[in-house]
Structure formats: C-alpha cells, structure tokens
Nanobody, 122 residues
Framework: QLQLVESGGGLVQPGGSLRLSCVASGSPLDAYAVGWFRQAPGKELEEVSCITSSGARTNYEDSVKGRLTMSRDNAKNAFYLRMMNVRLEDAGVYYC???????????????WGQGTEVTVSS
C-alpha cells in the first residue's frame, strides 16, 4: 500500500530557501506523475507543481514560477521541491501525491501523507 512521507518544512524568512522532500514507499511511482500541493490557512488545497513520470516536464502554479523547482529521483522513489526567494504567500502545509497516469492530468489519486509545514516569517 502506497505511503507518502513529506519532510523538509520549517521556518524560513522571506527571500530564503527551503527544500522539501517526499519519499514514497509500498509502491513504485516511476510510472506516475507526481505533484506538490499546498494547504494554506483558510484556503483550499491547491496544486503547486507537478512532474511527469519521466521527469521531462514540470508544471508550476503561476505565482511560484521561477522560484520553485520540482524534481524526482525514480531510483529512490523520491520527489523534491526546491523553494527559493520564498514569499509570505508560500506558507502552508505541503503534500505530495501521485496522479492517475504518467502526465499531470486530473486529480491526485493516492493517499495523503501528513504533510510538511512551511512557515514564512521574518
């Protein structure tokens, strides 16, 4: 059974950097696109980024383009989100999840992990 464990969150100052990690166990995800999702306080869960199964293509929500970089290591069944020039609006709990196929299409398909919280404050 697939399990997703996110880590790497914490307190970061505006303009700072952070690297989030997501490790999957119980099922290989090399055939699936994977996304990072953010639950900001008082807001709905939103997709922040997505990477195709091969890693050849990534998509980003408009406000994070140029600042966040998603990558994956299929050998480790792991996924990463490099956050640079962090803004106040980046704060929230970040989750990873897989899609139903190899491309970033549709809704998240797997179980949700516990997430990792990013707090942005000076």
């Amino acid at each position: 059974q697939l399990q997703l464990v996110e880590s790497g969150g914490g307190l970061v100052q505006p303009g700072g950097s952070l690297r989030l990690s997501c490790v999957a166990s119980g099922s290989p995800l090399d055939a699936y696109a994977v996304g990072w999702f953010r639950q900001a306080p008082g807001k709905e869960l939103e997709e922040v980024s997505c990477i195709t199964s091969s890693g050849a293509r990534t998509n980003y929500e408009d406000s994070v383009k140029g600042r966040l970089t998603m990558s994956r290591d299929n050998a480790k069944n792991a996924f990463y989100l490099r956050m640079m020039n962090v803004r106040l609006e980046d704060a929230g709990v970040y989750y990873c999840n897989r899609f139903g196929g190899s491309n970033c299409i549709g809704s998240p398909f797997g179980p949700w992990g516990q997430g990792t919280e990013v707090t942005v404050s000076s």
